[in-house]
Each structure stands twice: as structure tokens, then as C-alpha cells.
């Protein structure tokens, strides 16, 4: 087969936990004599001619510059003729969706990963009704989870297969969850993924060490309100999340937006760390009865302009701070109750990944059908072409 991908984001390198299992799946395409082509986004002020990619075979990726992505798509969709042509969640302005329709009519496939990406459903950031109706034209759907693939069912009555990406490597994982060692950790501090809760118990618990990866929410502000706690370090941006699971003795999870699913929950635990989760959205799914989860209150609006981050500004809800230092309290004051939620979560990540089938997206793409036509083309809906612009940069620079 021939596989184009169209996604917004960066690729080379990827960013984010949706770039990482596209090119998961990809990978293994390639490593089976497949043709697979990326056309994406570059990473964050890089230009075109200065952009080297690493070599790989089978699989060419083709970053382009925002503007350029919609012709960059149609040329290679001419140039490749692709089997099938693998639309990614991350194309906010859905215009990608739009240029694969009429390029490959009948042979596209919605990747779906993030739902406030999605041009449908309470989560959205840029709904738009005829972009909904292209999804709903599309030949194929793949959700990476039980809970989006309910959730697109819900808003467009159309089933996704569900296929989770083989992202997380290869076992034997090490243990690397620490009773008496590391610091509390969180990962992309940000109002969606509820900084004000880890900064809240780093000020509640000065004795603790508290730990922070920042990722593509973290703005000046954040940084500035998290240094002014002594007790919080900053982890260095790494490759391998693996290098920044070192340092955690327990990871945060307090997200307060619709999660997709929870990727950084599985990667934990399967290290043994110990994980203290929202209870929201699909993270009850990436828990896998392992973690534990707390009730927060979600965001539910956000205001109509951009922080430093060119992310919309959201509305954070107080939330109440008592569960969560009740959690933390039980893992740092009781190495028993430690080592236990450390083996429980050793032992069900490591269930969880040792089912994954690399192979699935291959056989998935093999027997799909062409779709009869081709959907609408969207519209670019309501934003303007300034915030649609701001919006596709930060894409581009997530983790």
C-alpha cells in the first residue's frame, strides 16, 4: 500500500503524544515494505531550507510552512497517488480534511486524537458543520481509545475503529517509582492541564520537591508563578520521556480539559510510578484501574483571545485542593501504600502494552473500502485567518 498522512503538526521532530503514535503506526507500515509520506508542519522558526530530516525507509516526511500545506497535500496526493490518505486530528482549521477530500475522494481516513481538534462535539475549538459532515464522508475513523470512539459516535452517529498506537517501546520497562526518592512531577504546566492544583500542593507541601516538564501550554506567566514556589524544579525538554519519569516519585495528572485518552498515565505506571489522575474523559480509560482518580471541575468555556502560547485563554474553575493532598498524603507518608500502587501499576501498564498490536492499523487500512463519494468540502468556520494561523503554530511546537 501507499500511505499519505496529512497532520498540522511538527513530525520531524514529532510533537505530542498524536504525532508520536502516527508515526508508531507508520513505522511499522514502512518496516513492512509499505510507501508512507508525511505531510506536516515544521517545528516552531525553522524555514523550509533549513529543516534536515533524518533518513528512513520507506517513509519520506515533507514538513511545510502553514501556509503552504494545502498545495503541498494536493501535489503529493497527484505525485504519489496514495492508497490511502490519513488525515490527522491535529489540521484545526480543517483544511487538510478539506484538500484530502478533493484530492482522494472515496480514500481518506480521520485519524482522531484530540477532541478539542475535532470540528464537532462540546470540546471543540473551531466546530464546524460542513467539517463535521466531511468526517462523517470519510472511508475510515481510528480512535485511540474506547472513549473518543463513543464520543465521535455520540456527535456524528458514525462508528471509529478503535486502535491504539504501539507508542511506548519495547519491554522489560524499569522500575523506576521511588518511595524515599524524586519529586512530585507534572508534565506540560498549563490552565487546561490543571496547573493550578500541582501549584497549589507544591505551596500546601514545602517540604516536598515538585518537579515540572514544560511543554507547548507553558506561557511566561505559569513559569513565573511556579517559580516564585521554592519547592519546584524545572525538568529539561528530552527526547525520551523516560529521561524525565527519572525524576518522578509520583506524577500529577489534574487535567481540567476533555483528554483523549492519557498517554503520559500509561508511560508512568508502566515504570511503576504511582499516578494521581483527574477523573475526566478518557483518562478513566489510561487509569486502567491502576491510578487513581480524583473528581476536578472541567473547564467548560474559554474566552474569545489567545495567551502568550497563542492558545485560547480558559476559563479554570476553583477546584477543591482536599482529595488531592488526602492522595498525596497516602503515597508519601506510607511506603507500603507506595509499593503497592507502584505494583499495581507496574503490573497493569505492562498488561495493557503487551496486548498492543503493531500490526492492527496494517490490517485495518488492507480491508477498508473506499467510501461511495467524497464528503463536502468544509468551511474554514468562524476564525479568522489570524487566530487559525496562531493556532496551527502552536501546533506545530507541541510536546
Not at 40 to 69: C, D, M, N, Y
Not at 107 to 127: C, D, I, S
Request: a neutral charge.
Amino acid at each position: 500500500m501507499r500511505i499519505l498522512l496529512a497532520s498540522s503538526a511538527s513530525y520531524d521532530p514529532p510533537r505530542g503524544g498524536s504525532t508520536r503514535g502516527n508515526l508508531a503506526w507508520l513505522e511499522h507500515l514502512a518496516g513492512n515494505g509499505h510507501e508512507c509520506v508525511v505531510v506536516a508542519g515544521l517545528p516552531v522558526e525553522t524555514k523550509v531550507e533549513e529543516h534536515v530530516s533524518a533518513p528512513r525507509a520507506h517513509l519520506t516526511i515533507r514538513p511545510v510552512e502553514s501556509a503552504a500545506q494545502r498545495a503541498a497535500l494536493k501535489d503529493e496526493v497527484a505525485r504519489f497517488r496514495p492508497d490511502w490518505v490519513l488525515v490527522s486530528s491535529e489540521d484545526l482549521s480543517h483544511a487538510l480534511l478539506d484538500e484530502a477530500h478533493r484530492a482522494a475522494p472515496g480514500r481518506v481516513v480521520y485519524l482522531a486524537h484530540t477532541p478539542q481538534f475535532y470540528p464537532f462535539g462540546p470540546a471543540a475549538w473551531n466546530a464546524s458543520e460542513r467539517a463535521r459532515q466531511a468526517v462523517i464522508g470519510c472511508a475510515g475513523i481510528v480512535a485511540i481509545a474506547r472513549f473518543t470512539a463513543a464520543y465521535i459516535y455520540e456527535n456524528t452517529g458514525r462508528r471509529a475503529a478503535v486502535i491504539h498506537p504501539p507508542i511506548y517501546g519495547a519491554a522489560p520497562f524499569r522500575r523506576l517509582g521511588r518511595w524515599d526518592a524524586g519529586a512530585v512531577a507534572m508534565i506540560n504546566p498549563c490552565d487546561v492541564k490543571g496547573v493550578a492544583i500541582f501549584r497549589q500542593l507544591a505551596r500546601d507541601n514545602p517540604s516536598l520537591k515538585f518537579a515540572a516538564l514544560p511543554g507547548w501550554g507553558t506561557t511566561p506567566e505559569v513559569k513565573a508563578s511556579l517559580d516564585a514556589e521554592g519547592n519546584v524544579s524545572w525538568i529539561e525538554p528530552c527526547r525520551d520521556i523516560e529521561q524525565m519519569l527519572e525524576r518522578a516519585r509520583i506524577l500529577l495528572v489534574p487535567s481540567l480539559w476533555m483528554e483523549g485518552f492519557g498517554l503520559i498515565v500509561v508511560e508512568a505506571m508502566l515504570r511503576g510510578i504511582p499516578v494521581l489522575a483527574a477523573d475526566a474523559g478518557g483518562l478513566r480509560e489510561s487509569a486502567l484501574g491502576a491510578a487513581r482518580l480524583i473528581p476536578v471541575q472541567p473547564i467548560a468555556r474559554f474566552q474569545a483571545k489567545f495567551d502568550a502560547q497563542h492558545l485560547p485563554v480558559a476559563e479554570v474553575p476553583a477546584q477543591d485542593i482536599g482529595p488531592w493532598q488526602e492522595a498525596l498524603d497516602g503515597l508519601i507518608r506510607d511506603a507500603g501504600a507506595y509499593e503497592t500502587a507502584s505494583r499495581a501499576s507496574y503490573e497493569a501498564a505492562n498488561g495493557f502494552v503487551a496486548r498492543l498490536d503493531a500490526g492492527e492499523m496494517e490490517r485495518y487500512l488492507a480491508g477498508l473500502q473506499p467510501s461511495a463519494a467524497a464528503a463536502p468540502a468544509p468551511a474554514l468556520s468562524a476564525l479568522s485567518a489570524e487566530k487559525r494561523a496562531l493556532l496551527e503554530r502552536r501546533l506545530r511546537q507541541r510536546r
